[in-house]
């Protein structure tokens, strides 16, 4: 399969939220994460600094390994996740099945992007479909806290039953919006909606960061909630405060470049929900098996990748995404023998070595 055309020229659309507008943007963020730097530029995930515990004799072979997880319920024969990332534009749905249908062949689960886009238009719908292609994938709805805030439990049901998903991602991104033309400014309410989501919804809830993690306080107010899953998404990654930066005019472009390093580091936010009891998804920054092993050690329960998954996927469609799958798969199972660990939780049990910052921003 060739790779997806992205030769669609950025526009500045002038009804942001409208449905042309929520069209241009969805085609912007595929073309800029696609060929443009959209990652932090000097903060990382800080899972650089956490070594593992080198084992000489692990007595065991790369065979007795498994890699399977329980995430929301729902068996993954690896703890990985192809992240929500698009939704609402014709290449977005070639993105999204492409990808969904690796997710299917992997065992391994998927998440859609922002669904605000079917609130605004609901014949978008169909480009955030995958179940024809992905019949058994654990797949992630996803809409944004404010957008949750405005909308009736039916309505969100509607959105998450439309697609067949088996858990909502509830997205927190309020650096984003800042910076984004039309970007939401009202963030209030959205604690209270994410707990009567949580008591009145069918499917499970995760509260989910993008690229800016999440703080001790942020991770308390979800548990409060009632949350149990969260996707710490922290910096290190894709910044989407960037992303907005690249799209916006010369006014939010100066604030999206001035803010362009905010966030919290993946692996400090990691270690700030397993100390709450949170059940961790570890996003931002996971570029490979050994980071994957990295967060796993950390206590997160799976790992969420989406732009190496969606570069790979661009340049080399199913074939590429499926490359790279299999190079993570492999470093992780390396990660695993060489440490001694037969499971994923057993790699929480691995004697580690901290680095100073990443210690600092424990300790804060």
């Keep these: 399969m060739r790779g997806v055309d992205r030769s669609c020229e950025l526009t500045v659309e002038s009804d942001p939220n409208g449905e ?15 060929r443009e730097d959209v990652e932090y530029r000097l903060k990382t995930s800080l899972l650089e600094q956490v070594q593992l515990m080198h084992q000489s004799l692990p007595e065991m072979s790369v065979g007795e390994i498994d890699l399977g997880v329980e995430v929301v319920g729902k068996r993954l024969l690896a703890p990985l996740c192809i992240s929500g990332m698009t939704g609402g534009a014709e290449r977005a749905r070639e993105v999204n099945r492409g990808l969904a249908q690796l997710a299917q062949e992997e065992g391994i689960a998927f998440g859609v992007g922002s669904q ?9 719908t169909d480009t955030f479909k995958v179940r024809d292609v992905a019949p058994d994938v654990v797949l992630f709805g996803n809409i944004g806290a404010v957008q949750a805030a405005q909308s009736t439990t039916a309505e969100i049901a509607a959105v998450v039953d439309a697609i067949g998903a088996d858990a909502l991602c509830i997205h927190l991104n309020p650096a984003q919006e800042l910076i984004q033309a039309g970007g939401d400014r009202d963030f209030r ?38 949350v149990e899953w969260i996707d710490i998404s922290g910096a290190g990654g894709t910044t989407w405060v960037g992303v907005e930066a690249l799209r916006a005019r010369e006014g939010r472009r100066l604030i999206g470049e001035d803010f362009w390093e905010w966030g919290i580091p993946t692996a400090a936010a990691v270690v700030y929900g397993t100390r709450a009891g949170r059940k961790v998804i570890a996003s931002g920054g996971i570029r490979n098996g050994h980071d994957v092993a990295r967060a796993l050690a950390l206590g997160a329960t799976c790992c969420s990748m989406a732009l190496p998954f969606l570069r790979a996927f661009m340049d080399g469609g199913i074939e590429g995404a499926r490359a790279f799958h299999r190079r993570v798969v492999d470093g992780l199972e390396a990660a695993m023998l060489l ?7 057993d790699l929480a049990r691995v004697p580690r070595v901290l680095g100073p910052a990443l210690r600092s921003w424990i300790e804060a």
């Design 20 to 34: 042309e507008g929520i069209r241009q943007r969805k085609v912007d963020h595929l073309d800029l994460c696609a």
């Design 116 to 124: 605000r886009a079917m609130l605004v238009d609901p014949t978008l």
């Design 189 to 226: 309410g959205c604690v209270d909606a994410i707990a009567r989501l949580v008591a009145e919804l069918h499917v499970p809830i995760i509260a989910k960061e993008t690229g800016c993690g999440m703080s001790p306080s942020t991770v308390a107010r979800v548990a409060a909630a009632g």
């Design 339 to 345: 440490t001694g660990s037969r499971t994923p939780a």
